[in-house]
């Protein structure tokens, strides 16, 4: 079985200062994983993928994120906080080689930032 | 259309009747997928579809509630007699079949289900 761990439920930063929201996940197969954003009232947007090429996937938004298989690991980070950046953060995991497998979702990371 | 268009945006419903909550996928999109949030929760997968397969249910938290796909475009969930419980967001997501390999799952914004 597969699943997302989100290390922190709510991470609060200053403008312009680096974020970091943690997400540990466990799968039997190669995994596919993903970070999607929620703004407030608003459905939820794609920001990065990895699905087994380069490690370090970068995103929209100066969002990145790096695989460390190691580690378990798929940690999302952007140098610079902006203030649009706050939302609602979800780490994702799905098996890479087994078609539509539904998507299974963290519980979530809120950010804050604070000006 | 251009994205998946949920509806209603917002329902209100007293304890113990039945809702029809709607999801337009987006036109050619072979993959649907149903997933309720709960306050502070993050997204529980309810149901799948995939083309003309028999949909995967295994997500259905009890036999109140069920989801229909018609034509392979349009879907509807049904929860019968709801519960204060089933209050929270229902989201529906579509993508056109190739899977986790192309992240290309797309979400509508959700239908707020308030149960009194």
């Known amino acids: 079985a597969q699943s997302v761990t989100q290390l922190d439920s709510h991470v609060s930063v200053s403008e312009g200062t680096p974020v970091l929201l943690r997400c540990n996940y466990s799968s039997s197969y190669s995994p596919s994983l993903f970070w999607y954003v929620q703004h407030p009232n608003k459905g939820l947007q794609l920001l990065l993928k990895y699905t087994s090429a380069a490690t370090l996937v970068k995103g929209i938004n100066g969002f990145e994120a790096e695989f460390k298989k190691s580690e378990t690991s798929f940690h999302l980070t952007k140098p610079s906080a902006h203030m649009s950046d706050a939302a609602e953060y979800f780490c994702?995991?799905?098996?890479?080689?087994?078609?539509?497998?539904?998507?299974?979702f963290g519980k979530g990371t809120r950010l804050s930032v604070i000006a | 259309g251009a994205g998946v268009s949920q509806s209603p945006s917002n329902k209100v419903t007293e304890k113990g009747k039945d809702v029809e909550l709607r999801c337009d996928p987006i036109s050619g999109h072979t993959a649907l997928y149903w997933y309720r949030q709960s306050l502070g929760q993050g997204l529980e997968f309810l149901i799948y579809f995939q083309g003309n397969s028999a949909p995967d249910k295994s997500g259905l938290p009890s036999d109140r509630f069920s989801a229909e796909r018609t034509g392979g475009s349009v879907s509807t969930l049904t929860i019968q007699r709801t519960q204060q419980e089933d209050s929270a967001v229902y989201l529906c997501a579509s993508s056109p079949g190739q899977g986790s390999q192309s992240g290309g799952y797309t979400f509508g914004s959700g239908t707020r289900l308030t149960v009194v």
């Open positions: 994702v995991v799905s098996d890479l080689y087994s078609g539509n497998t539904p998507l299974v």
